[in-house]
C-alpha cells in the first residue's frame, strides 16, 4: 500500500458515522448487512447513510453484493489487513518481542466472539 492510499483510507474512517458503520459491518461478518439496517442501527438517514457507505467503498473499507432489492455491506477485512500491515510495515525495528501486545490483541478476535455467534450461525 502507498502512503497516499492509505491517507485516503484513514480520511474515509476520519468521520463519526462512517467509523460506526466500518465497526458495526466488521461486527456483522461474514454476512453483512443491508444499507437500511445500517442506517437504522445507527440512526442516520438512509440517504446520508448511502453517502457515507459510498465514501467507504470508495476507500476500499466496504464492498456491496445486491441481494435482490437490498444492497448488503461487508467489511472488507483484506483491506483492513492491508491498512494494519501498512502502519505496522517498519514496526518494532526487528524486536518483534516489543509488538507482542499488539499481536495478543488480535489474537482475542476469536475469544471475543460470543458463545451463542457459532449456534446462530449453524442454525441459519
Known sequence: MEITNA???FAALSQD???KAFRLLVSQEP???P???IARQLSVPHNTMSAHLSVLAR???VVSQRHSRHII??????HMEGVIQF???????GHPELCASLMENLSRCESAKPADADNLSNSQ
Open 17 to 19: 458515522t462512517r467509523l
Open 35 to 37: 444499507a437500511g439496517e
Open 31 to 33: 454476512v453483512g448487512l
Open 73 to 78: 455491506y461487508r467489511a472488507s477485512l483484506a
Open 87 to 93: 502502519l505496522l510495515q517498519d514496526c518494532c525495528a
Open 7 to 9: 491517507i485516503a483510507s
Open 59 to 61: 476507500a476500499g473499507w
